[in-house]
């Protein structure tokens, strides 16, 4: 059989770092490798294609070459979703669809001929000869969720890696903690899951036999959750890191106890990570009690995340306002947090509830649902809150718009500099001309064309003087301001100037009292505009 993989189109975002296209010469974050992962669990004499359109068109000739289409998708991208479907059958082509979207909401798309419910790796290979045979159900479910030992590594050479910024591979899922907000509990469950160190080492020899060389997202939504298997997997992955003269700059996302482990923190920097995400989500001790976030209650986050960002790692996080307990005044505790902290990448949203989560379960029993989810934070909530909307959404645009001012912005990247003046760059090099031209190009567009030039010469300036040794940190950090500045002004807060629509009563699904499973792409807390470090997820 011929199966065309198909990844639909993620809508502009935070993580996504559209903006910056332009200075690096590349076209999305991550590939799909939930998408890359189900290719490697179809049978061997299949003919398979993928196709992102993310960095690539989708034409009318691949769907005609497929016998099937298959797609993975998460929420926010279910515009795009629908489109390909609509495309394959206009073509009378079958479509098979899993991911988080339709795992956590099945309901969500009666327009596809077969729904894989779960994470793929008990379930692709039995419905892929179902498919063969002309037997295949409408609907085909995870019985449980895997041993991912047995999971195989990606099909790489699928992909058009020079098209991407990074590439993002797997250790664990899962996650121990019960964040109300969160669906990965749900989806992965509360039991880490990890492949064994070798397992890992394989993945990254596959990835290394296809020439790249780069950033690597490992995309566990919590890398740590498993402190033991990490630990083992970091001795192992220093050994080949030396070994192979440290090809890739890692980066991942962890929970803020991190700062807490020193043996994990260097670990981390011995094998080549350079920066991690955290959910810090809010500093008000009421809204982390109420949502269930108790890990964060237990550290000083403000000395936590100086603790890691000395260390050598710089810190990216997830921020959320609109909890039941938040008033008015969430929005300068908000600001002066991050105002004060060297987190550059300080990613805002309003609280979403998510199907199938604790919260969607909890504001569907109170009826204070208002619609589903899109599944971006940067939006209006999808449920009734405390503090009034019109309230909410107007403190939201105005932390936004402090938070983002330019000089704002360079003041957090020259703190993190700052405490780690100390430090030489880390042992991974960038390509000396891919290097020289993304900087040739930064200084045009940015230091000529750019609104804020002056903010940016400045903030250069300034990091030459401090910490002369990470310069090339400086003209990175630099480079994501162009799209976090200008995905605020010209995307997120004209948006949430408009006019609020009516709001318009939609009919809430229940989605059922139990957990659902899936594999998805690295990050997403609900209301954090997350790794669409997108990277996706399989089934």
């Known amino acids: 059989m011929k199966a065309l993989l198909v990844y639909p189109e993620f809508p502009t975002t935070y993580w996504g770092q559209e903006y910056t296209n332009a200075i690096t010469g590349k076209r999305a974050v991550v590939p799909p490798l939930g998408l890359t992962t189900c290719a490697a669990l179809l049978p061997r004499d299949w003919e398979l294609r993928l196709v992102d359109l993310n960095v690539e068109p989708l034409d009318d000739a691949a769907l005609r070459w497929a016998d099937v289409v298959m797609i993975s998708a998460m929420r926010m991208q279910q515009e795009s979703f629908h489109e390909i479907v609509r495309r394959a059958h206009a073509l009378d082509k079958r479509v098979v669809a899993g991911g988080p979207y339709v795992t956590t909401d099945p309901d969500a798309a009666p327009d ?3 729904i894989v419910l779960g994470e793929a790796e008990q379930t692709l290979p039995e419905l892929a000869r179902a498919l063969e045979a002309g037997t295949a159900p409408r609907r085909i479910e995870a019985p449980e969720r895997p041993d991912v030992t047995r999971s195989p590594a990606p099909r790489f050479d699928l992909l058009r890696m020079d098209r991407y910024n990074a590439v993002g ?15 990965i509990i749900e989806i992965f469950g509360r039991v880490p899951r990890t492949k064994t160190p070798d397992q890992f080492i394989d993945e990254l020899n596959s990835l290394l036999a296809t020439g790249f060389r780069g950033a690597v997202f490992v995309v566990d939504d919590n890398f740590i959750g498993n402190k033991v298997a990490a630990r083992k997997m970091l001795t192992r992955l220093t050994e080949w890191s030396r070994a192979e ?5 890692f980066f991942t996302e962890a929970s803020v106890n991190l700062a807490s482990d020193d043996g994990l923190i260097r670990g981390l920097v011995e094998a080549g990570f350079s920066s991690v995400f955290l959910g810090i989500e809010t500093p008000s001790r009421e809204a982390l009690l109420e949502t269930q976030k108790r890990q964060n209650m237990h550290l000083d986050l403000a000395q936590s995340v100086e603790k890691l960002v000395d260390s050598g790692l710089e810190v990216m996080a997830g921020f959320i306002v609109g909890f039941d307990s938040d008033d008015e005044d969430i929005f300068d505790r908000q600001y002066e947090f991050i105002a004060a902290s060297p987190i550059s990448m300080a990613m805002v949203g309003i609280l979403t509830a998510l199907p199938g989560t604790q919260l969607w379960r909890r504001l569907l029993a109170e009826g204070r649902l208002s619609g589903d989810s899109h599944g971006d934070g940067a939006f209006r909530p999808n449920f009734v809150t405390k503090l009034p909307e019109d309230k909410l959404v107007l403190g939201y645009r105005g932390l936004l718009e402090r938070l983002y001012q330019p000089r704002a912005y360079f003041d957090r990247a020259l703190r993190c500099l700052t405490l780690q003046r100390h430090r030489p760059m880390g042992a991974y090099r960038r390509p000396l001309g891919q290097g020289l031209r993304s900087l040739a190009s930064s200084l045009w567009r940015q230091g000529v064309l750019a609104k804020y030039r002056w903010e940016y ?6 990091a030459v003087r401090v910490a002369p040794r990470r310069f090339p940190q400086a003209v990175a950090m630099a480079i994501v301001a162009e799209h976090m500045i200008r995905y605020t002004f010209e995307d997120i807060l004209p948006r949430l100037a408009e006019a609020a629509p009516p709001r318009v009563s939609l009919p809430i699904r229940d989605v059922g009292p139990g957990p659902v499973v899936a594999l998805r792409r690295g990050p997403r807390a609900a209301g954090a505009a997350r790794p669409a470090s997108p990277v996706d997820q399989i089934a």
């Open 245 to 249: 003269r440290f090809p890739f700059d």
């Open 169 to 183: 591979v797997q250790f664990s899922r899962g996650c121990p903690f019960n964040c109300e907000f969160c669906d």
């Open 112 to 114: 596809v001929d077969h």
């Open 457 to 462: 010469w400045r903030f250069l300036a300034r």
